[in-house]
């Protein structure tokens, strides 16, 4: 069955760095639609960043634009979420998420990822 298990969430400083991993199996990598979410307590569930795998087109949300950067690991079967100058106000947890099917209506709509990950905390202090 499709398992998504995530890492490498923390703590850090303003300013700091961290990537996440998302280990993925039970399905073709390459085939889907993958992302990464994020929810803080008290909001709603945000899109952050997305890839298409059989192409590696990428795509953000405004508000990580220049400073995240999903990228896939085809032999590893692995999604990477590399975050720089991080904020506070990126504190959330983060899932990584695979498509339902091979295409998508909207890239950047929880409704179009059947599969999820149990998540990974990432806290930023200022």
């Known amino acids: 069955q499709v398992q998504l298990v995530e890492s490498g969430g923390g703590s850090v400083q303003a300013g700091g760095s961290l990537r996440l991993s998302c280990a993925a199996s039970g399905f073709t990598f390459s085939s889907y639609w993958m992302g990464w979410f994020r929810q803080a307590p008290g909001k709603e569930r945000e899109g952050v960043a997305f890839?298409?795998?059989?192409?590696?087109?990428?795509y953000y949300t405004d508000s990580v634009k220049g400073r995240f950067t999903i990228s896939q690991d085809n032999a590893k079967n692995t999604l990477y979420l590399q975050m720089n100058s991080l904020k506070p106000e990126d504190t959330a947890m983060y899932y990584c998420?695979?498509?339902?099917?091979?295409?998508?209506?909207?890239?950047?709509?929880?409704?179009?990822?059947?599969?999820w990950g149990q998540g990974t905390q990432v806290t930023v202090s200022s």
């Open positions: 890839i298409y795998t059989q192409s590696s087109s990428t």
């Open positions: 998420a695979r498509s339902t099917y091979g295409a998508v209506r909207w890239w950047a709509a929880a409704s179009e990822y059947k599969y």
